[in-house]
């Protein structure tokens, strides 16, 4: 009889088993989003010794803008191989949003796995270009405000605030860099200290090149199982204990960009607070970004803060969010954490969170 | 573990080529408002909004949904963003209907659109691909060869597709809400014009419209506040289905592809079909161009494989002749074509049919009724079963 962790929702207990992702690089010139995606999609199933026929479901998130053309998950699907034809659908969202899709269709009990992927490379195009696409067509997107600028918006609102000093941020990309050593998949990892950091030239102030992430190349999956399905294919499963996700208004002048009640919310919806949390896989792109996502999830001083070095250390489009989970699963399967919490970020100065709460047994 | 849910709430715009009094925001909230108040509701009582499109590059905005939050009632909700090419319509409303089916929302606002006058469907459809063969096509000529295999192979005659586009015309004079309004049309106007892609002519394919489709899901809890609200029944889903399979490789049957086949078995064993022709009263499929119905019929079970023409023909599929499966009453994809919200439109207006509300386009109690909506180059499938009776 297998054990579960509590599901006070009454949800159906559905776990992370296995995790894949690229190597990522700033640009990978030899492949494309298929031949990228094909050796994480084998690994993620070879892991837990299961092919394409032992999941009833496959869930991809990815954004044409990348890409430059349309329809660019459907030739990504061949990195799966969907015959005989699959249920399968895809998001325009990261991947950590595909994530959730299948575990609602997991919840429903007709299928035990699913697998979840999701692709994004920066190198094709100019983010700062490409970015400026996603926001309002009327009255934003003809200014062109590039990401950097929209976060340092951010940046000197805490500053102007009183709730955080340029000293601060450093803090977060040297820690986070620092932890980044560890990670064999950090693009960018180094052992400096804040007053190092703070001695580079700003790229948009408040904000120097150390708040910033690289510009990253890569892709990830993951293979959810429910149940006793989990246990068949992981000895000690990540379930997910909750998860929920929420969004703010697109007019940054209507927001706070200070705070972020999005990710506040979908924190307390999933029960972040319940319990005591060993380890936080936060998806801060921008340094500042962390301070506010740690307040917003009411985290204490004594849980690990991004031990992969979080976005900071790779920031693959699309795909940044559903690592997140991924590397939050490994702290759970390696029994170094009994409950940890992974976040998920998209849209400008963090307007859409989702957040999932894993459990070990 | 899966709860019942239905369909409570409908709303769409009119389909035109330029909607030019709205923005996109206008253009969706116009859809999604109507549905509210349908089912007697507000944003307030939106626990969630599911959100889908055809490629961003047709109207020029990266995942608009992040836009769109607010105009949707969405801040402080989830909201969530699907997108799996000409399909998209139909498998938003699965995505969302599952958001109930799993018990985890009581109401989902699901919103599909498309607003093909703010860019330009061809030129987002063609850009050139490294290590690619530019298509420069449109989708007319991608489906043209597949038109002619089916002609080849079951040796129906050069009029079937004609009769279509006059039939699908002529259904959407009773329909305010689509796109085309042809009052005149004719087997002699479609052969008069210009031939596009052989076999197909200009009045054989779907317009470029602008427009929304917006459905109100709901729960059994949700349902018996909406039907005392609102004295109007609600279209209680019997099956959703969804498949996929790869877009090219050898011996790939592009004219009855095996996941529409197997999309349908699996959607007619959850809605307990076993004659889809007696068994359901309508259907809503995605036809944008001519020839997709006769080889719909085929795909969907309607009839043996080479026969679909024949009930064209026989008028079995239209209801201003009185045929006994009418499909496409509201004018269907050849009459209103925003690609995103075209899919939806299919699965909306069988759930407008079996809630009665249909207008001059009501098929006389129709009970049960399968919506369908496929994508790409055929390689994506989604489906539904709604009706009357509670599952």
Known sequence: MSTFPDLTSGHRPVGVVSFAQYDNVRREGDHNEVEMLMPVVAEVFANVGITKDDVGFICSGSTDYLVGGPFSFVTALDAVGVWPPRAESHVEMDGAWALYEAWVLLQEGEIDAA??????????????????????????????????????????????????????????????RRSALANPKAQVAYDRSPEELLREDYEVAPLRRHALPPLTDGCAAVVLAAGDRAYE?????????????????HALGARDLTHSPSTELAGRKAGVDKKKVDVAELHA?????????????GLADDVELCPSGGALAANPMMSAGLIRIGEAAKVIWSGQADRAVAHATSGPCLQQNLVCVLEGV | MSERCAVIGIGQTVAKAKREDVSIAGLVREAA??????????FADI??????????????????????AAALGAVGKPMFRVHTAGSVGGSTAIVAAHLVAAGIHDRVLTV????????????????????????????????????????????????????????????????????????????????????????????????????????VIGSERAVAQAESDTGKRPAWIHGMAMRSEPTMFAGRDQVNPQAGRDCAADL????????PRADFDMAEIYVPFSWYEPMWLENLGFCAEGDGWKLTEEGATSML??????????????????????????????????????????????????????????????????????P
């Open chain 1, 115 to 176: 697998l979840v992927y999701c692709f994004g490379r920066s190198s094709p195009g100019d983010l700062t270009e490409i970015m400026a696409v996603q926001l309002d067509p009327y009255y934003m997107a003809p200014l062109w405000p590039d990401p950097t600028s929209l976060a340092a918006l951010q940046a000197q609102s805490m500053i102007d605030a009183g709730m955080a000093t340029e000293a601060d941020f450093a803090a977060v990309a040297s820690r986070a």
């Open chain 1, 233 to 249: 294919l992981c000895e000690r499963p990540a379930f997910i204990t909750g998860i929920d996700h929420r969004i703010e208004t």
């Open chain 1, 285 to 297: 792109p921008f340094a500042h970004q962390e301070l506010i996502l740690v307040d917003a999830l």
């Open chain 2, 33 to 42: 408002v109507m549905a509210l108040e349908d089912a007697g509701l507000t």
């Open chain 2, 47 to 68: 626990d969630a909004v599911v959100l889908g499109k055809a490629p961003d590059m047709f109207e020029g905005v990266m995942m608009p949904e992040l836009y769109l």
């Open chain 2, 112 to 215: 599909a659109f498309e607003k093909q006058s703010d860019s330009d469907a061809m030129w987002a459809l063609s850009v050139p691909q490294p290590f690619s063969t530019p298509l420069l096509a449109g989708a007319g000529g991608y489906f043209a060869p597949i038109i002619r295999a089916y002609m080849h192979r079951s040796g129906a005659p050069r009029d079937t597709g004609m009769k279509v586009a006059v039939k699908d015309r002529l259904q959407a004079l009773n329909n305010p809400f689509a796109h085309l309004h042809l009052p005149d049309i004719d087997l002699k106007m479609v052969e008069d014009s210009i031939m596009l892609w052989d076999p197909l002519h200009y009045l054989e394919a779907c317009p470029s419209s602008d427009g929304a489709a917006a459905m």
């Open chain 2, 268 to 275: 007619y064993r959850q809605a307990g079909i076993s004659d």
């Open chain 2, 321 to 390: 002749t009185g045929g006994d499966i009418p499909w496409n009453c509201s004018g269907g994809v050849l009459s209103s074509n925003p690609i995103g919200a075209s899919g939806m439109l299919r699965f909306l207006e069988t759930a407008l049919q079996v809630r009665g509300l249909a207008g001059a386009h009501q098929v006389p109690d129709a009970r049960r009724a399968l919506g369908q909506a496929y994508g790409g180059g055929s390689q994506f499938f989604a489906m539904w079963v709604v009706g009357v009776d509670k």
